[in-house]
């Protein structure tokens, strides 16, 4: 009842949820470029427009008295509450606003709010009032780019659930047999997207999160929660089958499978809280998402699942599509199809170790030729009017007009005075005289505010350019005055800046709490080595074939995108936190069992191989079921989303078949004993606060089981 109820009331609070994010949020928030961009906004907003709107006729040129009324007055309708100002062609006089051909004209305009979330919901009011009659009017820029953007991710989030579902439920009824249990971990992955849908829109009543986040939210509420489903009922048939009451078997699966989900969703919870270390909305918003997609996947697999199989009982069985045979436990050598295959493993380790480790290299080469770039309208497909208009002003306009590096200074006295001109002409000289520039000039002056811009040859968010901006911030200010660099070169810098200089404390805080929380799952000091080891070398492959596909564009015919020849620089440190937590879902369900095994029989050869024998199809299930939400979020029309999607499913794929299948089982033979192993101490530490498998309730009818001490 509880559930139904907390269902309801999660589910109409957070379906507005959309209406509280925040486009983009790749940027560092406290940095200069960022401050750059304020002070810019206030004194020059010309200079750094909210939206880009372009009138275009194929007859009339912009010369054309009807074509200049028509735009002009559609202008002036626009409400003053919520656009601040605008600049028209006519008024500027600039040629850069003008097209080569002269058909067409662009328009800085800019919105009321001072924030994003602001802006936006300025420009939602204004949108339908833009167009102008009888021109065709496009509509771009950072805001109106963010707006499709978001629209564009709220539709494709509900096209994934849409074809999903149904795969999903399809898949399941094959891997359970049955009508009855193939819902049930549909039931735990609504929960818990609803609950994490409320729980975003309470965070962003209080901060900012990003639009971005929701697909995290979606895709993985609904993965892990089906794994961990999936976990709890196979368990809880299991334990059906094996003689114990509906009651002792909810016990025993919440004792094992129970505590197994606990530390899973705990590890991934975990690497995802590791993203709040940085400082843009991004990562931040994928971070709140995230972990409470899995915490709650967790709660529900635990209170509201065990609830539902406790009303069902044996009917959990009911509706079967098959006939089901009475399982006996594996116990004897060379039962089970899993069981042979890993011994078989085992036997050919050296060469399954090389194979494997040859294979992840390979596939991680292109991952040494990374190249990082900024998040613009090339996210959107090409119909889209933001990536239209940005094309546009690549190859229509003069866009190089309006590329430089801006210096916006804030002076310690009027700019106009004859003294701080003097200075600011000086420093100007001395920006132009700068390594790698092509000119510097004082292109506006505002009270105590003033902008110097630099201009440039290439790519702006290239290392020439990041190279430049370092070596402009060098350059000596006039006495008593502030520099913050601004422009796409400077917010580039900065972003690499930030993420670089975090990065390593993300990477320290996550080996060491996956390794705390594997020592206290598995009481061995090198099984939790072994998995960051595995990790590190499934994660480069991952990044390689994302450089591959999209960097260097290859099948982007195949996947429907236009390649940018980059990647933006927070998707691979996200893609990170996620993969390793996921990754180490894996290796949880699978060492726990071979732990347990372990437990009873003290030969960890046998041990590896009966784990494997009991959960390894439903490690592979488990996986492909996963996949299939992150397949149709790869489907998307958006690139950052389109990365996130396909990078996913390559990253399950061969983290689960190659990593913990063959690798795993390989690796682990060649420990031996020695994967169990602990000093003393920390045995004992173990025994006592070690978060084990095999702490059920009493089994007096099960075989007696051989103490086996992990030290």
């Known amino acids: 009842m509880l559930t139904m109820l907390f269902a309801v009331l999660s589910g109409a ?22 401050r750059a961009a304020r002070i810019a906004e206030k004194a020059f907003p010309q200079r750094t427009p909210d939206a880009v709107i372009v009138y275009r006729d194929k007859d009339r040129t912009v010369d054309d008295p009807s074509f200049q009324q028509a735009v002009v007055k559609q202008l002036e309708s626009l409400p003053k509450s919520e656009v601040t100002g605008y600049l028209d062609f006519w008024a500027t006089k600039m040629p850069a606003q003008v097209s080569y051909d002269r058909h067409a004209t662009y328009v800085a305009l800019n919105l009321h709010g ?7 919901d300025a420009y939602e009011a204004v949108k339908d009032k833009i167009p102008a009659p009888g021109l065709q009017t496009l509509q771009g820029g950072t805001v109106p780019t963010g707006h499709q953007a978001s629209e564009k991710i709220e539709h494709d989030l509900r096209t994934a ?25 549909l039931i735990v992955g609504v929960l818990s997207i609803l609950g994490s849908m409320a729980v975003l829109r309470t965070i962003a009543n209080i901060t900012d999160v990003s639009v971005f986040s929701m697909s995290l939210v979606t895709i993985l509420g609904l993965a892990v929660a089906i794994d961990y489903g999936l976990l709890i009922v196979s368990r809880y048939r299991e334990e059906l089958e094996a003689g114990y009451s ?11 499978a129970g505590r197994t989900v606990v530390i899973s969703g705990t590890t991934v919870a975990a690497a995802l809280a590791g993203l709040t270390l940085f400082p843009s909305t991004f990562l931040k918003s994928m971070s709140y998402g995230g972990v409470a997609a899995v915490l709650l996947a967790v709660l529900f697999s635990l209170v509201a699942l065990p609830a539902l199989l406790a009303v069902m009982g044996p009917k959990v069985n009911a509706f079967p599509l098959r006939r089901r045979k009475k399982a006996a436990r594996p ?35 292109p991952f040494s030729k990374i190249e990082f770039g900024s998040i613009n309208a090339q996210q959107l497909p090409s119909s889209s009017e933001g990536r239209q208009v940005f094309n546009g002003m690549e190859h229509d306009f003069d866009g190089d007009a309006v590329k430089s590096i801006d210096s916006l200074l804030v002076l310690k006295s009027d700019g106009a005075s004859k003294e701080q001109g003097a200075a600011l002409r000086a420093y100007a000289e001395r920006l132009g005289a700068t390594e790698g520039t092509t000119s510097a000039r004082i292109t506006g002056v505002e009270g105590a505010t003033a902008r110097v811009s630099v201009t440039f040859d290439g790519n702006p968010i290239s290392t020439h350019a990041r190279d430049l901006v370092n070596r402009l911030k060098d350059v000596p200010e006039p006495p008593g005055a502030r520099a913050y660099f601004g422009g796409e070169s400077a917010v580039y810098d900065d972003t690499l800046d930030a993420l670089g200089e975090t990065l390593p404390w993300m990477l320290l805080y996550i080996a060491v709490i996956t390794y705390v929380l594997l020592f206290l799952a598995f009481g061995s000091v090198l099984l ?19 450089v591959w596909i999209f960097q260097d564009g290859h099948l982007h015919h ?6 940018t020849g980059n990647i933006e620089p927070n998707m691979p440190i996200m893609l990170f936190a996620l993969i390793f937590g996921l990754s180490m879902d894996y290796e949880v369900f699978l ?26 199809r439903l490690v592979v299930s488990a996986a492909l079921l996963m996949c299939v939400p992150l397949a149709a979020i790869g489907m998307s029309d958006v690139l950052t989303i389109k990365l996130f999607g396909v990078g996913m499913v390559f990253a399950v794929l061969v983290d689960v078949l190659v990593v913990r299948v063959l690798l795993g089982t390989a690796v682990m033979r060649l420990l031996g004993r020695a994967a169990w192993w602990a000093p003393g101490p920390l045995a004992r530490f173990y025994d006592r606060f070690g978060i084990k498998e095999t702490d059920m309730p009493a089994d007096d009818t099960a075989d007696e089981r051989v103490p086996v001490a992990a030290g």
């Open 13 to 34: 609070y957070g379906a507005g949820v959309f209406g509280s994010l925040t486009p983009l949020g790749f940027q560092d928030p406290g940095s200069d470029s960022v």
């Open 114 to 120: 001072s924030s994003e979330k602001a802006k936006e």
């Open 161 to 185: 659930e849409i074809i999903s579902a149904p795969v999903l439920f399809l898949l399941l009824l094959v891997v359970f047999g049955g009508l009855t249990a193939a819902f049930l971990p």
């Open 246 to 256: 509906g009651e002792e078997a909810i016990g025993r699966t919440l004792a094992t």
């Open 331 to 365: 116990t004897a050598a060379g039962e089970g199809a899993w069981y042979r295959f890993g011994h078989g493993l085992m036997r050919r380790r050296w060469v399954v170790v090389v194979g494997a480790v040859g294979l992840l290299l390979t596939l991680a080469l």
């Open 528 to 546: 939790p080595l072994k998995a960051i080891a595995m990790n590190l070398l499934s994660l480069t492959a991952t990044f390689g074939v994302l």
């Open 558 to 563: 195949l996947l429907g995108f236009d390649p």
């Open 591 to 616: 060492v726990s069992r071979m732990r347990e095994q372990y437990d009873k029989s003290g030969d960890s050869t046998e041990a590896v191989a009966s784990g494997l024998q009991s959960i390894g």
